[in-house]
């Protein structure tokens, strides 16, 4: 959209925004597990509560975009994440796991209305044969917000952790065990209420700045007969299957990246989170390359061949031992990247009307992080190894890499 550069650099940011909260909430796995004495499963609740929260709000916001305008859902998204990241306060006074559950939950809520209207509003903002190619230029900004957000974990959270294991944890006195407690969440609390200050202002930003409008045919609620067009789409359907196993193949490699470090290499919570940031560096400029390189091979193809790398990563996680494990962990985010959005660009091609409808099912689809990270978790506990749990995100870049072999079919089936 000509004339509106400010306008699309605010929204440009909430990609960075929910980057940051993401890979913030990936890191509180290993810290509750260490704070709380908690099994994975039980950890893997957190991703529960942040991702169930996006698929169940993302309906709702596809609604209130439809009905208002995406300045107004940015608006709602961005206030229901300044009050979840506000209630971490409230929450390390009570040192209760469920409190902090409750406060992610809204935080999600926040997150996934922002995401159901940048998204779409993204892609609108030019001529559909550059849409995918404009989202992914736009999502290359979330993994920034991801390095910033494990940076503060790294060093508000994780570094503030104290050492003791669950065995030593168990051997204290209430009192004592409950200081050492309440000091590892204040740390939690105040790293979130610092970004509820700063969100503030983007939200002052976006409140007092005009945005551009997109025409659309009709602004009527047909929400019924939207799903049903959308479920009769072949290629849609199988984009929003893709998207769960994409999301459950990234979550879990990140929520578990930590852990497998840790056991691996020897290292505390705090050093293991080096490898993460490193994980999200790559991510962070594999995206660029990716975006780059679609100049030239079409995003089918690639999506193709990063779901097919991908695969071999994991089969290394699983088999293999020590440093090449984690080397092999740190590059399948490489080959994550340009996932998410080009699986959304290619989901979303001649929705036409049902675009907001057919853009929050692929946010719904985010569930899958929650989902198949707990499966993972689960996988672990029974089994009592971290490597047989990478089996869960291997078939979902297995799942992916189908969807991609099949697009230009499925595609072919719109025109």
Known sequence: MPGNKWPFILITSLFFLWGLANNMTDTLLAAFKRIMSMTDFQTSWIQMAF????????????????????????????????????????????????????????????????????????????????????????????????????????????????????????????????????????????????????????????????????????????IMGSIKRLLSNRNYCWSVTAQFFYMGAQIGLWSYTIRYVMQELGKSEDDASVYYLASIVLFSGSRFVFTALMKYITPRKLLFIAAALGSICTLVVIHGKGMLGVVALVLASGCMSLMFPTIYGLGMQKLGDDSKIGGSGLIMAILGGAVLTSVQGMVSDATGSIHLSFFVPLVCFLIVAIYSSLQRNLQQGLT
């Open 51 to 222: 991702y169930g929260s996006y698929f169940l709000l993302a309906l709702p916001a596809a609604i209130l975009v439809k009905k208002y305008t995406y300045k107004s859902g940015v608006l709602v998204g961005l206030g229901l994440f300044i009050i979840g990241a506000l209630l971490f306060y409230p929450a390390s006074i009570s040192m209760v796991y469920g409190h902090f559950l409750v406060a992610l939950f809204i935080l999600a809520g926040g997150l996934s209305i922002l995401e159901t209207a940048a998204n779409p509003y993204i892609i609108s903002m030019g001529p559909e044969e550059t849409a995918t190619r404009r989202l992914n230029l736009a999502q290359s900004f979330n993994p920034i917000g991801s390095i910033t957000g494990i940076l503060l974990s790294k060093f508000f959270i994780l570094s503030n952790l104290n050492l003791l294991d669950a065995g030593e944890r168990a051997k204290m006195a209430p009192e004592e065990l409950k200081d050492i407690q309440s000091g590892e969440l204040t740390s939690v609390m105040g790293t979130y209420v610092g970004v509820a200050f700063f969100l503030l202002l983007i939200w002052i930003l976006v409140k007092i700045t005009k945005m551009p409008m997109v025409r659309e045919k009709t602004k009527d609620l047909d």
